[in-house]
């Protein structure tokens, strides 16, 4: 697959995982209304939210013009890292370790999407294209976004009463 066909299908994908978080936000408004958890569901928002962006980017700039995208994926990368570090803070006193490991998982990948972003030959050097490394990255994060969701979908939200169809 042409690396700019994937890009523009992940992002439109990435942009549709979004609206459908939306639409489990509305029927779980209580997620919102505590600050904790409003934190913790915005993360998930930019498990697809970033990766979206990213795709752009890179579509923009492609491989054509490499710096656009470089510089954005290290700059949305950061942004990443920023709120997973705070989210990661509110859930240090958790008692499931279930989430702080994805998010864990997130922080290490926006990570590692900055590292090829700044130092692409990183990707050279295993033999694939800086923006085919950061493709792979953004797979990754959104696979552990899913994840994320999922945690919100099989426990009870604030207030105790249980989401639709959890036994649990």
């Given at each position: 697959m042409d690396?700019?066909?994937?890009?523009a299908l992940f992002s439109a994908t990435c942009f549709t995982l979004l609206g459908l978080w939306w639409n489990v936000l509305q029927l779980n408004t209580a997620w919102v209304g505590?600050?904790?958890?409003?934190?913790a569901v915005g993360g998930v928002y930019l498990t697809f939210l970033l990766p979206?962006?990213?795709?752009?980017?890179?579509?923009?700039?492609?491989?054509?013009?490499?710096?656009?995208?470089r510089v954005s994926f290290v700059g949305v990368a950061i942004?990443?890292?920023?709120s997973t570090l705070?989210?990661?803070?509110v859930l240090r006193a958790a008692s499931d370790p279930q989430p702080?490991?994805?998010?864990?998982?997130?922080?290490?990948i926006y990570l590692?999407?900055?590292?090829?972003?700044?130092?692409?030959?990183i990707a050279k050097g295993i033999g694939i294209l800086p923006i085919q490394a950061e493709a792979i990255l953004l797979?990754?994060?959104v696979l552990v976004g899913h994840g994320l969701v999922w945690d919100f979908m099989v426990r009870r939200p604030p207030g105790g009463t249980h989401v639709r169809g959890s036994d649990g």
């Open positions: 690396i700019s066909t994937f890009y505590v600050e904790d958890e409003r934190r979206a962006l990213m795709g752009l980017f890179a579509q923009v700039g492609g491989t054509e013009t490499p710096a656009i995208w942004v990443g890292c920023l705070r989210i990661l803070r702080r490991a994805k998010y864990f998982a997130t922080l290490a590692s999407v900055a590292i090829i972003g700044a130092y692409p030959e797979i990754l994060l």
